[in-house]
């Protein structure tokens, strides 16, 4: 199933209804101001994608018309028309990754907006034990494939992915500020996908700190569409494991999959506060020089398995506007991965909610979902 939307872009994996969603509030306004998510939706090529500092996201408004702001400068544009994947009264559009064309505005429904106190580095923390940190110190921090897949071939029967180039840029950016080396790919067929993740593999990693690889696509769960069909994720990570690729043996590999997991719509409930806990007596690790080979993986996936994933058609998905939004204020901070990601989890969880005429996906929600197999710690310690 994938993205599907029910007259233009939805969700990523329901064969019809509206998906729309759009960022009004305050609270998300603080959460997202960052980035430049008001630049154009139209698709860009590689070579325009720049890693220049973002604008601000402007005051976005129920009026005929929004302001969009870009680096060329700042214009008037009319917002979408009102069809089978814009409800009438809702003020922006977002796409739900699964194929639902719905019109919700993505509206806070609480949260807090985290400050960003400064960070210590690695250097500067309490871990005197650098064994339980990767090393980041190599001279290169590495590459990252982003494979964005906006268009796919009627037999797939997945809607345009409106709005996905908006992420590809904001991940431009954003992760060519933190130094990775940034390999841009549009409208990928499975082909083509398995042969551009096959020769970043057999590269020569053995002087970078990681690799990333960002699939921006429709999906199901385990599998992401290329522009003809659908692959299984799980083999396109096999090319890094340690088996295939013996230069990124105990490096970190990152994998970010923005797309629908299935066709479930998730509720939003109520929680009462909740203490956590920690627990002081971890077990001795093995002293051991071999390693799995399926460790030091790590997949951030915008949904949970089994759930529809939003996007925004003019504004970008939520989980990767929140993930640049986070780590454009602590990427170089000293901020651990993990910490990282929880925070997007939470603003994802806390700033976003549907709102559409159409009552069944009305008032919906997300939380990506993260998982790990890492085996220590991750920070992007500043390049020099």
């Known amino acids: 199933m994938g993205d599907r939307t029910a007259?233009?872009?939805?969700?990523?994996?329901?064969?019809?209804?509206?998906?729309?969603?759009?960022?009004?509030?305050?609270?998300?306004?603080?959460?997202?101001?960052?980035?430049?998510?008001?630049?154009?939706?139209?698709?860009?090529?590689?070579?325009?994608?720049?890693?220049?500092p973002q604008t601000s996201i402007g005051n976005m408004t129920s009026a005929p018309t929004i302001d969009v702001h870009s680096l060329t400068g700042t214009k008037k544009v009319q917002e979408p028309?009102?069809?089978?994947?814009?409800?009438?009264?809702?003020?922006?559009?977002?796409?739900?990754?699964?194929?639902?064309?719905?019109?919700?505005?993505?509206?806070?429904?609480?949260?807090?907006?985290?400050?960003?106190?400064?960070?210590?580095?690695?250097?500067?923390?309490?871990?005197?034990?650098?064994?339980?940190?990767?090393?980041?110190?190599?001279?290169?921090?590495?590459?990252?494939?982003?494979?964005?897949?906006?268009?796919?071939?009627?037999?797939?029967?997945?809607?345009v992915r409106k709005g996905t180039d908006i992420d590809a840029d904001s991940l431009f950016k954003q992760l060519s500020g933190l130094g990775f080396e940034m390999q841009m790919n549009d409208n990928l067929t499975c082909k083509e996908m398995k042969k551009v993740l096959k020769e970043a593999a057999a590269a020569d990693h053995s002087d970078t700190d990681c690799i990333l690889v960002a699939l921006?696509?429709?999906?199901?769960?385990?599998?992401?569409?290329?522009?003809?069909?659908?692959?299984?994720?799980?083999?396109?990570?096999?090319?890094?494991?340690?088996?295939?690729?013996?230069?990124?043996?105990?490096?970190?590999?990152?994998?970010?999959?923005?797309?629908?997991?299935g066709s479930k719509l998730m509720e939003g409930v109520d929680v009462p506060d909740a203490v956590g806990f920690r627990d002081d007596d971890l077990p001795t690790p093995p002293q051991t020089q071999t390693l799995p080979a399926e460790a030091d993986f790590l997949y951030y996936y915008s949904t949970m398995p089994g759930y529809l994933s939003w996007r925004n058609q003019e504004s970008g998905s939520w989980t990767i506007q929140s993930l640049c939004a986070v780590l454009k204020e602590h990427g170089k901070s000293g901020m651990e991965i993990m910490q990282i990601l929880t925070r997007v989890n939470r603003t994802v969880a806390t700033q976003f909610e549907s709102r559409t005429r159409d009552k069944e996906m009305d008032s919906k929600k997300q939380i990506p979902c993260i998982m790990s197999m890492l085996t220590k710690e991750l920070y992007f310690t500043p390049k020099i």
């Open 7 to 52: 007259g233009e872009d939805v969700t990523d994996a329901i064969p019809s209804g509206p998906e729309v969603a759009s960022i009004t509030g305050e609270q998300v306004r603080r959460t997202v101001e960052k980035l430049s998510v008001e630049e154009t939706t139209q698709e860009k090529t590689p070579a325009s994608r720049s890693p220049e």
């Open 81 to 159: 028309p009102n069809t089978s994947e814009t409800a009438p009264g809702s003020y922006k559009m977002a796409s739900v990754h699964g194929e639902r064309s719905l019109e919700p505005e993505t509206v806070p429904s609480g949260g807090e907006k985290h400050q960003g106190e400064k960070q210590k580095t690695p250097a500067m923390s309490d871990h005197q034990d650098l064994s339980h940190m990767y090393n980041m110190n190599h001279n290169r921090r590495g590459l990252a494939v982003v494979i964005n897949n906006r268009d796919f071939d009627k037999k797939t029967k997945q809607k």
């Open 216 to 261: 921006l696509s429709h999906g199901e769960e385990k599998t992401v569409y290329g522009t003809d069909g659908t692959l299984d994720i799980a083999d396109l990570a096999a090319y890094f494991n340690g088996v295939n690729c013996k230069s990124l043996v105990g490096k970190p590999k990152i994998f970010i999959i923005q797309a629908c997991q």
